[in-house]
C-alpha cells in the first residue's frame, strides 16, 4: 500500500521547514490516499514536494506529528530504535553530572523534545513507565515496549497513560504492565544520594516529580555553611511526597513544615522522610489547602526562612492565564508576607501557558501588594533530563524564581 500524502496550504510550509513538530488541521489543504488513524503519512507542498513525515490522527486537531524531515527515512523499526537510543544515550552522560549517590530515576524520553512526539519514558530503579499521550504513539505501543526491554532490560515496563490529553486524541485512559513483572507498590529511588519512595501505579504523573531534581538539590545546598541553619524553619507547600523537604532536612534545618491537600502523599512524604533517617513531628504535616493553610499562618503570625511553592498547573490552556495569575498572585503574596526579612522564597510556575517572563511579573505585582522588597538570586528550570527542543518552545513549561525577601 502506497504511503498517503498530505498537502501542506502554502503559508503553512515554512512552519514545517522551520521543524515544528506539530501541523494543525487547518494547515492540511487535502489528503492523497485515505491514511488510518496513527499511520505515516508523507507531508507535501501543494507542488508535491516532500516536506516531511509524520503520524496522522484525524480525531485531533493537531492532525500530523512529524517524525522525520528526510525523504529517506522510513518509518520502520530501525528509525524507532535509533530515536530511543539517541535519547536513552545522551541521559547517561547528563545524568553524571552534578550528582551525587547512584542516582537511578530520570526520564528518559521526553516526547517532542527528543523526536519523540507524544512519547515520554521515566525510570524507576528497575522499572520504566511509560506514556503515550497520542494515537500515533499508541499505535506503536507494542513495539516501542519490545524496544525498550531489548535495549534496557528492565524488570518490567508499566503504562500510565491516564492523562488528560488523551481526550484531545480520542483515547480513553490505559494503565498496567506492559512487559516483565507486576511492580512492587512502592519503588525506591536514588536521587542525589537521597531516597525517595515512588509509587507508580497511583502517584502523580509517573510517580514522582523529576523534573525538580536540580531545583531540590539547590534548595538542600542553601542552607549549608549557614550557621544558623539548626534555627531555620522551612515551608514546603505543595509539598506533595516531600521532595524538596528531604533535601532540605540534609541541610540540618530546624523543621521543614510540609503543606498537601493529599493525604496520600503526605504520608509517602512522611515514610520518605524517615527513610533518610530524619526524625519529623506529626505537625510537620498539614493535610490542606494552602490558599487557606498560608492565610492562617499569615493571622498567627508565622514566620517562615524559606518558603517553596510549587502547585499544580494552574492554567492548562491560554484561556485559563488570567485566572492562573490570580492564583499565583494570591500565594506568592501571602508567601511574602509570611517570610521574615532576608528569608528565602522559592517560587515555581509548571503552567507551559505562563511564560517565565509573565511569571516574573506576577510575583513581582504580589511583591508589591505584600508591600515587601526582594531579589532574585537564582532563575530556575526544568531538569536536563528533561530537555526543550529549540524547533518546540512549548516544551519548556517549568519555571521558578529564588528570591531574597526584605
Ligand atoms: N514539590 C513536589 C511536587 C508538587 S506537585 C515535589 O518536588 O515532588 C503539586 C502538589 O500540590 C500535589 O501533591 C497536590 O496534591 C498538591 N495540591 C494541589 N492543589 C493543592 C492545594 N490547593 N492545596 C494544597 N495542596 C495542593
Redesign the pocket.
Known sequence: MSEASAIIHAKRVKAVLRRHPWIFSGAVARVNGDPADGDIVAVRDEAGKFLARGYWNSRSSIRIRLLSWDESEEIDRNFWQGRLQRAIDVRHVENHIHQQGTPNACRLVNAENDGLPGLVVDRYGDWLVIQALTLGIAAQKARLVDLLAEMLNPAGVYERSDVDIRQKEGLPPETGVLHGSEPPDLIEIDENGRRFLVDIRQG?KTG??LD?REN?AIVGDWFRGDEHASERVVLNA????G??AVYALGSLVKRVVN????AD?LQLARRSIALNGFDTADDDFVE????QVLRTYRDMDRQFDMIIL???KFAHSSQQVEQAARGYKDINWLAFRLLRPGGILVTFSCSGAVSADLFQKIVFAALMDAGRDAQIIRRLAQAPDHPIALTFPEGSYLKGLMCRVW
Do not use: E, I, N
Not at 259 to 262: K, Q, W
Not at 288 to 291: K, Q
Open positions: 502523580h514522582f516529580y525538580q531540590r505543595f509539598s506533595y511526597t521532595g524538596f503543606v498537601d491537600s493529599s502523599a490542606g489547602d494552602v490558599f510549587d502547585p499544580p
